[in-house]
């Protein structure tokens, strides 16, 4: 997703704030499905790829994620994303 795009959806959800880093598809080499995007965060924020959480739709970036140490979490869209950021909020 480019970065307007993302803005908009985040901040329609208000769940923007909830982020430390967000990387957009228009902002690495190599977008979806490549983990460009991710490894980009992991480095901006200083940290390893097993303590970041790759939220996705994508069997395939989820599957490419996992491999590569990150945390995971399927999302089916929008909607989705809101609800589960709720939900693993209240656990943290």
Known sequence: TIR???????NTLKVRSLFDCIVAGDEVANGKPSLDMHFAA???LNILPADTLVLD?????????QKAC???LKIAGP??????LKEL???L
Do not use: W
Request: hydrophobic residues 50%.
């Open 4 to 10: 307007s795009t993302a803005n908009i959806i985040l």
């Open 89 to 91: 909020f209240k656990v």
């Open 70 to 72: 990150f945390q995971t």
């Open 79 to 84: 909607v989705d994303l809101k609800f589960n």
């Open 57 to 65: 739709d994508s069997e395939t970036t989820l599957a490419a994620a």
């Open 42 to 44: 992991a480095e901006y």
